[in-house]
């Protein structure tokens, strides 16, 4: 292997006869390669292209075989038959390779032909349900998004249902009718709404208002009642009422409408189709859905008010611990409920659910377990128990946790934290580590993995034990320091949110308060703990805290470095040093709306940029929130093991480079910075300038909000 494509050029190393190395690119009579974690050229006189077959994860997709197929050991019809699946069975796809499969039936995980499966979509027969959009929802012809949307659905728009479909990958849709024709909608995009029946009432238009053929603005629209007219209705759903005006039936909404007749409560009726049941609840509510009925628990003595406003008239106050029932929310969060005869709202931040409300019972009556454990004891697991329960969940091969044991008791020794606690903590964050974060930068917790840019954000370590060692005295510091703010007491303990999915701060307690929005967290943590040592064999228990405090620990040394052309815009103004670390002098701004490149992301949060042809630094941009401060247009980063680029957007193009997992790439933009695509392929340039085509299916855009 030489250092250039010629032969008078340096040798790298010698490569024995029949190795295998990896083609990056072609210069002449010479290919660019790699081997043995070097790269180089070598004469295309003495090698031999040959074809690998590598799987690729996929999402997890159900298919139905079509015959009695083989499960083979391998992806190829040379693989031994590990048993044969009937006809007609159902199996889970985890991996595709080539026109091969990887599922698992029975206790045996093997391939099957493609040829012999086809995708599963289990279809049920409902009863007529009502649904109404939550959002712009699209209807397709199909229950996927294989096939182009037919229609484009605003908010607020109902339609019929009697079939719900789970498809192949799991997402739920339902068939509904529209225009006379069948068609599909996402279940995410719609909310499940209630008709009702009442005595007659009457309407006056505020503005001029359409008659739809049904309820919603996609319909059909019949005619329009004028501003002043009025309208008579005893039918409604959701916001759309029921009407005839001009000789025409049809639907308007409700909202471009003042009540100018009193409503009775008595005699009405409500259901989910077009008989309705009975029902007290008046028409004219607060903005608000119908729901089903379901008991939720005061967490405090609370107000019972006329309508949804703390300003409202106050009806009377509600025990703490008093359950109560509802159907109907409001688009503030408050519930109507009755209670002592009187029917009004209250505020559902203060309404838990019958499950929260028991475990607080559960917690406040019985604290002898893990989740109030003090964590600055020391814990008697064994290394050997640590390796164990990891080793039942990953490899060696596919986890960087993986026979960690003895490094995690050694951290926690060192720092007094309890090494138990330590090894469920990793093992949680990190999926055993097995997680892209764990395994790209040695984070096995997650540090510095923000919502918004989890990989860009996360803290990358140098080795696993150092990053071991940093969170054990990380937590000390804080979360286990009284004397720090993200203090809430040294255990797991737990969040309750109340049902609005706010956490209710009086009930939540320890660890999970500050350091997990998952308020099952605490909980989690317990579980893993569980599973290597039982409680009653934890002698930690018995144990004194450590109380020593140790100073928080330097991020470490470190950075992601970027491939040199990506282009981001700031969305504010961002202050500019010469030097890292170092405010003290402005060097430069870069005004809103400009265009700069990024060039690193360091550990301890500052960035490396290049502004009008000059490097300077940052500490100006949160990643946290950093769609306040630039949005990158460029960025992708490689999720396939391998990934090929190729000289043309199809699976035919010759392979002209590739690409490592986890490994940034440059995305190259149009004069408007917006990525090339053709079809689901990105155009992207490589580091030595090649440029080349890459599978959509294979990258993750970084920092683009």
Wanted: aromatic content about 12%; charged content about 15%; overall charge positive.
């Amino acid at each position: 292997m030489r250092k250039s494509a010629s032969t008078s050029s340096s040798v790298i190393l010698t490569i024995p006869k029949g190795k295998k190395i990896t083609y990056v690119s072609t210069s002449g009579s010479w290919y660019k390669v790699k081997y043995s974690s070097k790269t180089g050229y070598v004469s295309s006189k003495y090698v031999k292209k040959t074809t690998t077959t590598t799987s690729t994860a996929i999402k997890k997709t159900k298919f139905k075989t079509t015959a009695n197929v083989n499960l083979r050991s391998k992806a190829s019809t040379s693989g031994s038959v590990l048993t044969t699946i009937p006809k007609g069975k159902v199996v889970t796809a985890t991996a595709k390779s080539g026109s091969w499969y990887k599922v698992t039936y029975g206790s045996k995980t093997g391939w099957v032909k493609s040829t012999y499966v086809k995708e599963y979509y289990k279809y049920t027969t409902t009863a007529k349900t009502l649904y109404k959009t939550t959002k712009t929802a699209t209807l397709r012809s199909t229950p996927d998004t294989k096939k182009a949307s037919v229609y484009s659905i605003t908010a607020d728009n109902v339609f019929q249902s009697t079939q719900k479909v789970v498809n192949s990958i799991g997402e739920t849709w339902y068939r509904v009718s529209y225009k006379s024709k069948n068609y599909f909608v996402q279940s995410t995009f719609v909310t499940k709404v209630t008709a009702s029946s009442f005595s007659k009432l009457t309407y006056k238009a505020n503005t001029a208002s359409a008659l739809y053929s049904y309820a919603g603005s996609k319909h059909t629209k019949l005619t329009t009642v004028p501003k002043g007219a009025t309208i008579s209705t005893t039918y409604r759903i959701g916001n759309w009422y029921k009407t005839t005006y001009g000789g025409k039936t049809g639907y308007v909404w409700i909202k471009n409408f003042s009540k100018v007749t009193a409503s009775s409560d008595s005699g009405s009726t409500s259901g989910s189709g077009s008989t309705g049941s009975t029902n007290t609840t008046p028409p004219d509510l607060p903005s608000g859905t119908t729901i089903t009925k379901v008991n939720y628990v005061t967490t405090s003595n609370l107000n019972l008010r006329a309508s949804d406003s703390s300003s409202s008239t106050l009806l009377g106050t509600v025990p703490e611990g008093t359950t109560l029932s509802t159907t109907y929310k409001t688009t503030n969060g408050w519930f109507q409920v009755t209670y002592s005869g009187k029917t009004g709202f209250v505020s559902g931040n203060y309404l838990v659910t019958e499950a929260n409300a028991a475990k607080i019972k559960s917690y406040e009556s019985n604290q002898d377990h893990y989740i109030f454990l003090d964590l600055r004891t020391k814990s008697s697991v064994t290394a050997a128990q640590i390796d164990a329960y990891i080793a039942k969940s990953a490899t060696s091969t596919n986890s960087v946790l993986h026979g960690q044991g003895a490094t995690i008791i050694a951290a926690a020794e060192k720092y007094g934290v309890n090494a138990l606690y330590l090894a469920a903590h990793a093992i949680h964050e990190s999926n055993y580590g097995k997680s892209t974060i764990s395994m790209a930068k040695n984070n096995l917790f997650g540090f510095g993995a923000y919502d918004l840019a989890p990989f860009v954000g996360a803290v990358k370590y140098s080795t696993i034990k150092s990053n071991i060692e940093f969170i054990a005295q990380e937590m000390k510091a804080t979360y286990l320091n009284p004397s720090n703010w993200k203090y809430k007491g040294a255990y797991l303990g737990y969040t309750i949110k109340n049902v609005n999915g706010t956490r209710i701060d009086s009930l939540s307690k320890g660890m999970n308060f500050y350091y997990a929005s998952d308020s099952n967290w605490g909980n989690a943590i317990a579980s893993h703990m569980t599973g290597m040592l039982s409680y009653s064999n934890e002698g930690a228990k018995n144990q004194a805290a450590n109380t020593t405090v140790p100073s928080r620990p330097a991020y470490p040394s470190g950075k992601d470095v970027f491939p040199t052309g990506i282009i981001a815009v700031a969305k504010a103004n961002i202050s500019l040093y010469s030097t890292k670390g170092s405010t003290s002098t402005v060097a430069a701004t870069i005004p809103k709306g400009a265009t700069f490149n990024l060039l690193e992301k360091w550990n301890d949060y500052w960035l490396t940029v290049k502004y009008n042809g000059k490097t300077y630094y940052t500490n100006k941009i949160s990643l946290s929130s950093y769609n306040n401060y630039m949005s990158v247009k460029n960025l992708a980063r490689v999720t396939a093991s391998s990934l090929n680029v190729r000289s043309s957007a199809s699976t035919t193009g010759t392979i002209v480079g590739t690409l490592d997992k986890f490994e940034y790439v440059e995305l190259v933009v149009n004069s408007s910075n917006t990525p090339i695509t053709s079809g689901s392929w990105y155009k992207v340039k490589l580091e030595d300038g090649t440029i080349g085509w890459c599978s959509s299916t294979y990258l993750i855009r970084e920092l683009n909000k």
